[in-house]
T-cell receptor, first 111, second 113 residues
Framework: GEDVEQSLFLSVREGDSSVINCTYT??????LYWYKQEPGAGLQLLTY?????DMKQDQRLTVLLNKKDKHLSLRIADTQTGDSAIYFC???????????FGAGTRLFVKA | DTEVTQTPKHLVMGMTNKKSLKCEQH?????MYWYKQKAKKPPELMFV???????INESVPSRFSPECPNSSLLNLHLHALQPEDSALYLC????????????FGPGTRLTVT
């Protein structure tokens, strides 16, 4: 069945790079997403990548996609305390009608 | 305007009450979604509306009743809820239901007593 897996916690020092990893199972996924959720708030779309791309860069964010291994990563350069949040990896399945979310990675940024 | 708004922000209701959650977007999106999110868990899809028609119902109990009066509005009617239904209810919209990124509202924090 469909499943998206992420590690649950990541702790980094301010100014370092953060790398959050995700694996997914549906090889027909056409879109893969990264969302950020701060406490008590909704989900904020950070970035997304089409399945025919290997990499996408957007300011401090770099997304890498290894379609063969069904592995997605999000790199945040120069991590700031404001980046502390839960990061969800998600894939669209079923022709795109459904989005399946991973359990979320809680990022702690130490000053 | 890339905003999805939800009202109310917080709702406390008894198990015999009837209440409604509201969601609105003015981005011209034709797909709208309801998700339920329990603490420290990912959002779980409940319903998808595409072009104002219900496309997906993820086997949600009938005490939750969605309604899409027009392409900008989405309601979730609540009746006879259980304490385990307490959660954050998130609304989202996307340009279309197929493969487009979803934009989320801030959610309604529901507590059932």
């Amino acid at each position: 069945g469909e499943d998206v897996e992420q590690s649950l916690f990541l702790s980094v020092r301010e100014g370092d790079s953060s790398v959050i990893n995700c694996t997914y199972t549906d090889s027909s996924s056409t879109y893969l997403y990264w969302y950020k959720q701060e406490p008590g708030a909704g989900l904020q779309l950070l970035t997304y990548i089409f399945s025919n791309m290997d990499m996408k860069q957007d300011q401090r964010l770099t997304v890498l996609l290894n379609k063969k291994d069904k592995h997605l990563s999000l790199r945040i350069a120069d991590t700031q305390t404001g980046d502390s949040a839960i990061y969800f990896c998600a894939e669209s399945i079923g022709g795109g009608f459904k989005t399946i979310f991973g359990a979320g990675t809680r990022l702690f940024v130490k000053a | 305007d890339t905003e999805v708004t939800q009202t109310p922000k917080h709702l406390v209701m008894g198990m015999t009450n009837k209440k409604s959650l509201k969601c609105e977007q003015h981005m011209g999106h034709r797909a709208m979604y309801w998700y339920k999110q329990k603490a420290k868990k990912p959002p779980e899809l409940m319903f998808v509306y595409s072009y104002e028609k219900l496309s997906i119902n993820e086997s949600v109990p009938s005490r939750f009743s969605p309604e899409c009066p027009n392409s900008s509005l989405l309601n979730l009617h609540l009746h006879a809820l259980q304490p385990e239904d307490s959660a954050l209810y998130l609304c989202a919209s996307s340009q279309d239901a197929v493969g487009y990124e979803q934009y989320f509202g801030p959610g309604t924090r529901l507590t059932v007593t």
